[in-house]
Antibody, heavy 116, light 109 residues
C-alpha cells in the first residue's frame, strides 16, 4: 500500500537546523510531488512548499523563503525538508504528503521542538 | 491570518446535516477547480475527504460532499455521526502553491 514514513522527533536549540525525511513506498516516487505542511501546537495547517521528485524542482512558501530547503534522493525514494535558523515558533508537527487526488496520502508527522 | 476563511466551529446532532464554508478569492478558490477538504482527529495526520471540489476518494462515505460557487467552496456532512467530530480544513490550489483555511471544529452534540 502507498505509504509515507517520516523520521523521528527532534529537539533543537534556537538557531540550529533540522532535516526531516519522508520515505515513500508502494508507488513510483518520481510520479507525484511531495508537499510539506506544518502545524504548530493548537494551530491550523500551514503550507511550506513542495518538491517534484522527478526534476528536483521546488516551490517554497514566502514565509519560509531563505530558511527552507527541500531535496530528494530518488535512489532511496526519500524526500527531505531542512529548516534552518530555528526559532521557538518553529515548534510544530511537520508533515509530508503526496500530491495525488488532493494531498491524498500523508506521513505520520514529525514533531520538532525548538527550545533552549 | 489564514488565506482561506472558514467558520471557527459548527455543530449538529447525530443524523443532521452541517455545512462548512471556505471563502477565498479569484486567485485561489474562484480561479481553479482544485479545492480539497481534510479532516483531522486529535494527534492524527489529516485525511483527505474531498478533492477537486467534489470528488470523493474511495473509502470516504457518500455522506461527505463538496461544492463550489464563485469564491466560496463548501463541505456538507449529511447524516452526522459521532466519528465525524474533528477539525476540518479546506485547501485550494493558488497557482504553483496551495493555501489552507484556518480550520473548523465540527462538534456532534
Amino acid at each position: 500500500q502507498v505509504q509515507l514514513v517520516q523520521s523521528g522527533a527532534e529537539m533543537k536549540n534556537p538557531g540550529a537546523s533540522v532535516k526531516v525525511s519522508c520515505k515513500a513506498s508502494g508507488y513510483t516516487f518520481t510520479d507525484y510531488q511531495i508537499y510539506w505542511v506544518r502545524q504548530a501546537p493548537g494551530q491550523g495547517l500551514e503550507y511550506m512548499g513542495w518538491i517534484n521528485p522527478n526534476s528536483g524542482g521546488t516551490h517554497y512558501a514566502q514565509n519560509f523563503q531563505g530558511r527552507v530547503t527541500m531535496t530528494r534522493d530518488t535512489s532511496i525514494n526519500t524526500a527531505y525538508m531542512e529548516l534552518s535558523n530555528l526559532r521557538s515558533d518553529d515548534t510544530a508537527v511537520y508533515y509530508c504528503a503526496r500530491n495525488k487526488d488532493g494531498l491524498g496520502v500523508w506521513g505520520q508527522g514529525t514533531t520538532v521542538t525548538v527550545s533552549s | 491570518q489564514s488565506a482561506l476563511t472558514q467558520p471557527r466551529s459548527v455543530s449538529g446532532s447525530p443524523g443532521q446535516s452541517v455545512t462548512i464554508s471556505c471563502t477565498g478569492t479569484s486567485s485561489d478558490v474562484g480561479g481553479y477547480n482544485f479545492v480539497s477538504w481534510y479532516h483531522q482527529h486529535p494527534g492524527k495526520a489529516p485525511k483527505v475527504m474531498i478533492y477537486d471540489v467534489s470528488k470523493r476518494p474511495s473509502g470516504v462515505p457518500d455522506r461527505f460532499s463538496g461544492s463550489k460557487s464563485g469564491n466560496t467552496a463548501s463541505l456538507t456532512i449529511s447524516g452526522l455521526q459521532a466519528e465525524d467530530e474533528a477539525d476540518y480544513y479546506c485547501c485550494s490550489y493558488a497557482g504553483s502553491h496551495v493555501v489552507f483555511g484556518g480550520g473548523t471544529k465540527v462538534t456532534v452534540l
